[in-house]
């Protein structure tokens, strides 16, 4: 089974940037498409950003996140840059190995999640 680690979270002012790291295991990580998702407290989980043979993502993050992967690495990325305190919640990676696109429910691989605070 596919095993997903993120890492790279923390507390930022508002205007800043973190870049979040998913590594991956246990699995063929060229062949996944993954995604990032968040969730803040007493939200749903929702879609951020996708990458397969293109990229996709959610109009509030569209501009100011960037998707990629380095296969050779096994690791996906997430550069998020000009954070909004709105950014705040849990990020999660996520593997399907078909495109699942903005949808949760077709991602079969997910990480721990880490923490991403903005403060204003």
């Known amino acids: 089974q596919v095993q997903l680690v993120e890492s790279g979270g923390g507390l930022v002012q508002a205007g800043g940037s973190l870049r979040l790291s998913c590594a991956a295991s246990g699995g063929t990580f060229s062949n996944l498409y993954m995604g990032w998702f968040r969730q803040a407290p007493g939200k749903e989980r929702e879609f951020g950003a996708a990458?397969?043979?293109?990229?996709k993502y959610a109009d509030s993050v569209k501009g100011r996140f960037t998707i990629s992967r380095d296969n050779a690495k096994n690791t996906v990325y997430l550069q998020m840059n000009s954070l909004k305190p709105e950014d705040t919640a849990v990020y999660y990676c996520?593997?399907?190995?078909?495109?699942?696109?903005?949808?949760?429910?077709?991602?079969?691989?997910w990480g721990q999640g880490t923490q991403v605070t903005v403060s204003s």
């Open positions: 990458i397969g043979d293109s990229t």
């Open positions: 996520a593997g399907s190995s078909i495109w699942g696109g903005t949808m949760s429910k077709f991602y079969g691989y």
